[in-house]
């Protein structure tokens, strides 16, 4: 495993994050061998929302059977929006507790609103979460699906204010190309970010980093709506090009794109089984030249 760390916290990150939004739909046995590898391969970092409902409690039960709580980094999402917008004082609150109470802790080392209301002033945002970490119940936090921009006011209103800013970003970052958003109010992170990312060496924590499964060939219906075009199909076969050259998949090829980019870079990933624990972190010994990523991205030029 490798590792990195962000703003206002203390504790190493494994730069793989292993996610929980899927607990249900599988055998706990099969759920909790692979979060076992995981752990005996050095991840330390597991994501979890308030969405995700009764998930938060299964992955819990594990936390609290392998006695790790400590030493799990949590990235704990919030103010999903429930047919509303949730951005609020309240609901906020609201999410960081009833996340607390279905995992079993009382504290999250990572607190991400999981979507924004540009029509509230990033100001109260940080004015909020600064008073939930004075509480003692979250330490650092982020947005998820956030433009760049909106995190770049959030912390210069921090640094003027003397109160603690945002340490990461995690909108979606995949090697495929979007042809329409995943889910409603989900954002892709473009070029224009990136380059923001790249400029002051920022953290982001990627979702969806290989595209759910497209770099596999998944037809589910969702990922083909979301990712199924002639950008990506090209893309597709260059990753699995590269990937019979250097002994992988192109899925791994795929998420080493991900984490080679010239920032500090996280990857979500839903580890379902033994297997795709492994698979997924043979992504970690990739090493990718710029000249690879821009090919992968590009091809070759006219």
Same mark, same amino acid.
């Given at each position: ?19 929980? %939004? *899927? ?9 909790? /061998?692979?979060?076992?590898? &995981? ?6 970092? *597991? #994501? ?10 299964? &992955? ?13 980094? &949590?990235? +704990?999402?919030?103010?999903?929006? !429930? ?5 609020? !004082?309240?609901?906020?609150?609201? +999410? ?12 999250? %080392?990572l607190f991400v609103l999981h979507r924004d209301d540009p029509e509230v002033p990033v100001s109260e945002i940080v004015d909020w ?26 912390? +210069?209103? /921090? ?6 800013? &945002? ?43 290989? /595209? ?6 998944? /037809? #589910?219906?969702? =990922? =083909? ?27 791994t090829i795929a998420m080493s794109w991900v984490l080679n980019q010239p920032y500090p870079v996280f990857a979500l990933a839903g580890?379902?089984?033994? %297997?795709?624990?492994? +698979? ?19 091809? %070759?030029?006219?």
């Amino acid at each position: 495993m490798k590792y990195g760390t962000i703003p206002h916290l203390d504790k190493p990150i494994s730069k793989i994050v292993c996610g929980t %939004d *899927f607990l249900l739909g599988q055998p706990e046995e099969t759920s909790f /061998a692979a979060y076992d590898l &995981f752990w005996e391969l050095g991840g330390r970092a *597991f #994501d979890s929302a308030h969405c995700y409902g009764d998930n938060s409690r299964v &992955f819990g039960k594990w936390v609290a059977s392998r006695d790790v709580a400590k030493e799990v980094v &949590f990235l +704990d999402k919030g103010c999903h929006p !429930y047919a509303t917008k949730r951005v609020t !004082y309240k609901d906020m609150g609201n +999410d960081i507790r009833e996340n607390h109470e279905r995992l079993g802790v009382e504290y999250t %080392d990572l607190f991400v609103l999981h979507r924004d209301d540009p029509e509230v002033p990033v100001s109260e945002i940080v004015d909020w979460l600064n008073a939930f970490k004075a509480d003692g119940l979250i330490g650092a936090f982020g947005g998820s699906n956030w433009h760049h921009t909106r995190i770049a006011a959030a912390n +210069d209103y /921090a640094a003027k204010a003397a109160k603690q800013g &945002f340490s990461l970003n995690n909108p979606n970052l995949t090697l495929a190309q979007n042809s329409e958003p995943l889910w409603d109010g989900c954002l892709t992170i473009d070029r224009e970010g990136r380059r923001w990312h790249e400029s002051m060496q920022f953290p982001l924590f990627s979702w969806s980093s290989m /595209a759910r499964g497209y770099f596999a060939g998944t /037809a #589910d219906a969702d =990922v =083909v709506r979301a990712y199924d075009n002639e950008k990506s199909r090209a893309r597709r076969d260059r990753a699995a090009e590269l990937g019979a050259a250097r002994g992988v998949s192109a899925m791994t090829i795929a998420m080493s794109w991900v984490l080679n980019q010239p920032y500090p870079v996280f990857a979500l990933a839903g580890l379902r089984t033994t %297997d795709q624990v492994k +698979d997924t972190l043979k992504a970690l010994d990739v090493t990718l030249s710029p000249a690879e990523l821009k090919w992968l991205e590009e091809g %070759d030029p006219a």
